[in-house]
Nanobody, 123 residues
Framework: QVQLVESGGGLVQAGESLRLSCVAS????????MGWFRQAPGKEREFIAT????????YYAESLKGRFTISRDNAKNAVYLQMNNLNPEDTAVYYC????????????????WGQGTQVTVSS
């Protein structure tokens, strides 16, 4: 399995932006679909976005489309999540994941997970 490490989380104010990074080791990402999920306190893990291995096709949760952008750089073995106009409801632990299912939106579609990075948005 590939090992994933997220970074870039932190405390921001409402309206600000953050860019999360996820770097892989152990294997190259160029054949994996990559996804981002998040889990807020007391809630289930929620799908955010996914990109297929070439990075030229993406799919988003409808509620987050337009504010969040997933991208990847296979040469750097990394995937990113740009988050704009953040609000307190975006407060959560954010996870990246790797798998072999194209367009997967379920946790079961991904078989490698990072430890997560905390994002906190204050009002």
């Amino acid at each position: 399995q590939v090992q994933l490490v997220e970074s870039g989380g932190g405390l921001v104010q409402a309206g600000e932006s953050l860019r999360l990074s996820c770097v892989a080791s152990g294997r190259t990402l160029n054949r994996y679909s990559m996804g981002w999920f998040r889990q807020a306190p007391g809630k289930e893990r929620e799908f955010i976005a996914t990109t297929v291995w070439r990075g030229d096709s993406t799919y988003y949760a409808e509620s987050l489309k337009g504010r969040f952008t997933i991208s990847r750089d296979n040469a750097k073995n990394a995937v990113y999540l740009q988050m704009n106009n953040l609000n307190p409801e975006d407060t959560a632990v954010y996870y990246c994941a790797a798998g072999f299912t194209n367009w997967g939106t379920r946790e079961a579609d991904f078989n490698s997970w990072g430890q997560g990075t905390q994002v906190t948005v204050s009002s």
